[in-house]
């Protein structure tokens, strides 16, 4: 790959407020793994080591603003924000702000399939992009990006997302109830790349569990976090008076 900036990179660039020492670090970034797939020979690199390192710099980047901008907020309330900020819903959208689709490098089945648009395609590349951001100029860099990207989100926090995130709902409810936290279980792939099927379980305790389904693992994984949650409430009373049924 070229270490100088594209006119794609420089559009990005002027976007976040960044530039880039390591051109190669934002171009990994934008390459999709159906991409890496059918150019196989060029020694090329997916954005799936990014998008990890990413998520983790995204929570802790928002977790810092949070509680700097609520002191008074007891940490249940600020971790639910986190999670309603960071969720798949709210990073697409951030993506489709800096018109984060249009630079992709994606394979073409997935231009096929309109990946360009997938929420889960642009969540886990933008999560990628602040990655890239990160290993380039360091946290301090990284926080300034995620600043302007999210300050208003973090002023006025999405109260109306909060019930939709069931992950953290159902951590809090075993947490208290069951002083254990709950595992999630990848059961099964299918399908082609470009339209992949998850099958998450999520458990807890000794029998109980909830099965769920998504075109992302996240999205799998909120599903079934959200039926055994049903079936826990359904068991024993919320810990959290006011609590609704999922």
Not at 85 to 103: T, Y
Not at 202 to 211: C, I, R
Request: glycine share 8%.
């Amino acid at each position: 790959m070229s270490k100088e900036s594209t006119p794609s990179h420089k559009q990005i660039q002027s976007t976040l407020g960044y530039e880039f020492r390591n051109p190669d670090l934002l171009e990994t970034s934008l390459t999709h793994r159906s991409y890496v797939n059918e150019h196989s020979t060029e020694g090329l690199e997916s954005n799936e080591r990014l998008e990890f390192l990413g998520d983790a710099v995204l929570g802790l980047a928002v977790s810092h603003m949070l509680m700097e901008a609520h002191p008074g907020e007891p940490e249940g309330v600020l971790s639910r924000w986190r999670a309603a900020l960071v969720n798949e819903r709210s990073l697409a959208s951030k993506a489709r702000c800096i018109n984060l689709g249009e630079h992709l490098k994606l394979g073409k089945g997935e231009l096929r399939t309109r990946g360009r648009e997938k929420d889960s395609l642009l969540a886990d590349a933008y999560e990628a992009l602040i990655g890239a951001v990160y290993l380039d100029g360091g946290f301090r860099r990284a926080l300034q990006v995620v600043r302007e990207q999210f300050r208003r989100d973090v002023e006025e926090p999405p109260l109306g997302l909060l019930h939709e995130d069931f992950k953290t709902r159902l951590q809090e409810h075993t947490q208290s109830v069951l002083r254990e936290a709950p595992r999630y279980i990848l059961v099964a792939e299918e399908g082609p790349d470009h339209e992949k099927l998850f099958h998450v379980r999520a458990e807890v305790g000794s029998g109980l569990s909830g099965l769920g389904k998504g075109r992302s693992k996240k999205e799998a994984e909120q599903q079934a976090a959200r039926e055994l949650l049903k079936r826990l409430l359904a068991l024993s009373p919320s810990p959290h008076p006011g609590e609704k049924e999922p």
